[in-house]
């Protein structure tokens, strides 16, 4: 694996917004910046509508009529910059990912085989040679009969296995990144497990670099080195997982946390909630993101943006009254 | 005491011949009055069949539900108009469970009409009215259709539907597994306080185990169509007996890294 200097992936400043039909653009994504070295992986966190999966989809460059500012470089080349045609031999070759719904995005009709082999055939690789890699693929994967399941049809296997082939998809052209979009939503837990500790086996295997996003916190505790937390397109927290976990700085990180009903709760105490609704991207407010349904809101936090607060190597968050407590 | 379900032998399946199998095999259960009940287990254990079998969705194929001392299949017309009033339920994608057509002070006030329950318009309002108030949807949002709303706000809709017709029970069928957490908390609590204040047995069904040990206070544990295991949540969390139950908390993602972490290292 060669060394790279500096992260595999950078972005700097990034904003998206589209625009429909009639009417203004909306900036979805209101400049973020993250970056990621070889092997890392890093957990992207928040609700429906903060802005976790745009993040993905812009770093594939896969949102249709969307408008990018800033830089998203990887291998230190700005990606934004690049055609359609040099892109194509990035998507899914050197950054692949993985799509929440996984019998959705099977082909229904095509052998589970062929949907693999596909992503090298169609770049000139013999077919015998795809086949042959796709059964180690498919072993190292945990199915015990990668010979039956190539001629197989999505609608035989189940939901853990489909995930699975949603993942031989992504890394059999042996990209440097995964990015992995709720991998294990729809899954039991004990499925879950199973599909995470494949990730995290054979990504510390291939030193792949992986990006997981997940509202499924505890999915992320188990699995991530770095956890960002968005919030209405924005980061308001990131951090070492354990930074993250253990003490949350963000009012929205601590209320996230704390809204989770874990099986070690004591029910006796009522769940706390985040009230209100996530923000409009069409009005947004001036002044902190998450003013409106923040527990500790102050009349600063209505005119002013937070900056950035580092705590230690990797912490940092926006807020002007953050949490200081830490779980023990 | 008499007890609120009383279900005993039952058995369903789906299917025939050789594709023929048992979603529910040979279950007995007693399910106690003014208890929140919960239901949990994988996908395919049967917990929902179990729940559509109990309001009457499906019909199964032996076995009885004795529901308050009387048994469900002896019914007439007007014992089972009165069991569907008493047993109302909440289902599990807010999506598709409400009428795109209809405006929500409709579809809540829909059962009110059915059942009898107001005299005149006025007072088929003020009865929609109070309960979509209870569930926290305020009046100026009572003649909007359910595009309109949230995900949360929809299920606090189909609750409010569910309590119009002033029932008994509340089945509620994984309520809140589409909702982010913050949103799920609030349905959540609105759940609890709802049943406290209204005396009512809830039969909460729920594949997600913090989920259930914050509803329940007593708790079935389901696999492959049979019962495993029942017990109160301390039983249940503190002390499992099955090895199943065992698994299934073990497995359940905490969030906190020093727990998690290991879990996920394959040997």
């Known amino acids: 694996m060669s060394q790279l200097p500096g992260p595999i992936l950078r972005i700097e400043n990034l904003s998206v917004a589209i625009t429909p039909k009639h009417g203004r653009p909306i900036e979805i994504i209101d400049q973020i910046d993250l970056s990621v070295k070889t092997g890392e992986r890093l957990a992207i966190v928040g609700e429906s509508g903060s802005g976790k999966t745009v993040t993905a989809m812009a770093i594939m460059q896969l949102i249709d009529g969307a408008s990018y500012r800033g830089k998203i470089e990887f291998n230190n080349e700005n990606i934004l910059m690049k055609s359609e045609k040099e892109l194509n031999e990035i998507r899914g070759q050197k950054i692949a990912m993985t799509f929440q719904d996984s019998l959705s995005t099977l082909n229904p009709i095509m052998r589970i085989g062929e949907q693999i082999t596909e992503v090298l055939t169609i770049r000139g690789i013999k077919k015998s040679i795809a086949k042959s890699k796709t059964l180690t693929l498919l072993a190292e994967l945990g199915f015990k009969t990668p010979v039956d399941v190539f001629d197989q049809y999505p609608h035989q296997l189940s939901g853990g296995m489909r995930q699975r082939v949603m993942i031989a998809i992504a890394l059999i052209a042996e990209p440097q990144i995964l990015i992995a979009d709720e991998p294990t939503t729809a899954l039991d837990v004990g499925i879950q497990a199973q599909v995470m500790s494949m990730i995290n086996l054979l990504a510390t295997k291939k030193n792949l670099t992986v990006i997981l996003i997940s509202h499924d916190l505890g999915v992320v505790a188990g699995f991530a080195d770095i956890v960002l937390v968005m919030y209405g397109g924005k980061i308001v927290e990131r951090g070492n997982a354990d930074d993250i976990f253990l003490r949350a700085r963000h009012p929205y990180t601590k209320a996230l946390l704390n809204s989770i009903p874990t099986v070690m709760r004591d029910r006796s105490i009522l769940l706390p909630t985040i009230d209100g609704v996530t923000v409009d991207p069409t009005n947004r407010p001036v002044g902190c993101i998450f003013q409106d349904r923040c527990p500790v809101v102050q009349s600063l936090c209505k005119v002013e943006i937070p900056k950035e607060i580092s705590e230690g190597a990797n912490h940092r968050y926006s807020c002007f009254f953050p949490n200081l407590e830490d779980v023990v | ?267």
Do not use: W
């Open chain 2, 1 to 267: 005491m008499t007890s609120l379900f009383k279900v005993k032998n039952l058995s369903k399946s789906y299917g025939n011949g050789v594709k023929r199998n048992f979603a529910l095999k040979d279950i007995s259960l007693d399910f106690p009055i003014n208890v929140s009940v919960g239901i949990v287990g994988e996908s395919g254990s049967g917990k929902s069949t179990l729940a559509r079998c109990l309001i009457g969705l499906l019909k199964p194929d032996s076995g009885s539900i004795v529901y308050k001392g009387s048994d469900v299949s002896s019914f007439n017309a007007s014992d089972y108009r009165k069991f569907r009033q008493d047993v109302q339920m909440v289902f599990q994608d807010p999506y598709t469970s409400l009428n795109p057509r209809m405006r929500i002070q409709e579809i809540v006030g829909e059962g009110v009409k059915v059942f009898d329950l107001a005299k005149n318009k006025d007072e088929l309002f003020a009865k929609t009215a109070s309960i979509l108030n209870q569930v926290g949807i305020s009046e100026e949002m009572f003649s909007r259709y359910p595009r309109q709303f949230s995900g949360g706000q929809r299920q606090r809709i189909s609750i409010a539907r569910a309590l119009a017709v002033g029932p008994k029970v509340l089945i509620c069928d994984e309520p809140v597994s589409s909702l982010d957490v913050s949103i799920q908390a609030q349905i959540l609590n609105l759940l609890r306080g709802l049943t406290k204040n209204l005396s009512l047995s809830m039969i909460f069904i729920s594949h997600d185990l913090g989920v259930i040990r914050y509803v329940s206070d007593f708790i079935v544990v389901m696999q492959n169509g049979i019962v495993v295991e029942t017990g109160f949540p301390e039983q249940i969390f503190e002390d499992p007996q099955n090895k199943y139950t065992k698994s299934l908390l073990h497995a359940v993602p905490v969030p906190d890294p020093r727990i998690q972490r290991p879990r996920y290292l394959l040997k």
